[in-house]
Nanobody, 123 residues
């Protein structure tokens, strides 16, 4: 079972930046960042293949967020720039051990989840 522990959330003003981290233990094929606000479904933000490093981004964050992985430190990152109030949410990292044909931004394909870290962007 993959263990995931997020950190790095907090409060920031619109236009600011935050970097989220996720410590990863165990084998993964793909890692992802998701976010969720109360009453809404969990939304895929960005994903990365553990080998090769190919990435996929949601349209809403393309050009503002960057997902990376440090395979030496076994840590996943999400650099978030030009933050907007609508980016406010609980952010989760997730791991999928298998290649699949399902969209990489669909939460249901991921079997392991971290506990989440809150991001709040104020105007």
């Amino acid at each position: 079972q993959v263990q995931l522990v997020e950190s790095g959330g907090g409060s920031v003003q619109a236009g600011g930046s935050l970097r989220l981290s996720c410590a990863v233990s165990g084998y993964t094929y793909r890692l992802g960042w998701f976010r969720q606000t109360p009453g809404k479904e969990r939304e895929g933000v960005a994903t990365i293949r553990s080998v090769g490093g190919s990435t996929i981004y949601a349209d809403s964050v393309q050009g503002r967020f960057t997902i990376t992985r440090d395979n030496v430190k076994n840590t996943l990152y999400l650099q978030m720039n030009s933050l907007k109030p609508e980016d406010s949410a609980m952010y989760y990292c997730a791991a999928d051990p298998y290649p699949r044909t399902t969209s990489a931004l669909v939460a249901g394909r991921y079997s392991s989840w971290g506990q989440g870290t809150q991001v709040t962007v104020s105007t």
